[in-house]
């Protein structure tokens, strides 16, 4: 299959790479999405369309397999990107052992 750039993906690429987050570009890989991004302990497949393009019928039917592991976010705009770009830096920094050790009852923490 024949993959191809969305007129945005390289301006959205740009915008959240200045904001930290690493992006992988899977575009030509042909059956999976466009982009993964990357920042802290956080990753999340991200798909790239324009106006009000659906995801291809393959890319549904993975989403559909792949909810129970995480999410995948579909971004339409540089706006959109970086409020997701954003979110992603700060909910990164929420989430750390010892914190969240402080607050696992002791009995969890032995059995992982």
Not at 45 to 63: F, H, N, S
Not at 93 to 102: E, G, L, Q, T
Request: proline share 1%; glycine share 6%.
């Amino acid at each position: 299959m024949k993959s191809k750039k969305d007129t945005i993906h390289d301006d959205i690429v740009l915008a959240v790479r200045q904001l930290g987050v690493s992006v992988f570009e899977t575009h030509r890989l042909g059956r999976f999405y466009d982009t993964v991004w990357g920042i802290g302990w956080m990753t999340l497949i991200v798909e790239i369309k324009t106006g009000k393009a659906k995801l291809r019928d393959t890319q549904a039917e993975d989403a559909g397999r792949w909810f129970h592991h995480g999410k995948i976010a579909v971004v339409r705009s540089v706006d959109q990107a970086i409020a997701l770009a954003c979110w992603m830096k700060e909910m990164s920094s929420v989430i750390h052992m010892d914190a969240w050790s402080k607050r696992c009852p002791a009995e969890i923490l032995k059995a992982a």
